[in-house]
């Protein structure tokens, strides 16, 4: 299963709060497989993750939003 999730990342100082909280995603099982920098809007990110279990992802995300780190997210699977 992956995820793919979209963030805004207006300054430079997302670079360094998303390298900040690796630890925690690799604690949720959450593996980053790419990140994508818009062509047209280089203040939006797109990253692709790995998922090794979901509930701990799912924790991860709610957790983050509580803590004011907004993103778009959706949970994909192999057609």
């Given at each position: 299963?992956?995820?793919?999730?979209?963030?805004?990342?207006?300054?430079a100082a997302w670079n360094a709060a998303f390298d900040a909280d690796a630890e925690n995603?690799?604690?949720?099982?959450?593996?980053?497989?790419?990140?994508?920098?818009?062509?047209?809007?280089?203040?939006?990110?797109?990253?692709?993750?790995?998922?090794?279990?979901?509930?701990?992802?799912?924790?991860?995300?709610?957790?983050?939003?509580?803590?004011?780190?907004?993103?778009?997210?959706?949970?994909?699977?192999?057609?």
């Amino acid at each position: 299963m992956q995820l793919l999730m979209d963030f805004p990342a207006t300054d430079a100082a997302w670079n360094a709060a998303f390298d900040a909280d690796a630890e925690n995603r690799a604690n949720a099982g959450l593996t980053l497989l790419q990140m994508w920098r818009g062509a047209d809007d280089v203040g939006a990110v797109t990253c692709l993750f790995e998922v090794a279990n979901r509930d701990r992802a799912q924790a991860w995300l709610d957790t983050s939003a509580a803590l004011g780190r907004p993103g778009v997210a959706r949970f994909l699977t192999t057609a």
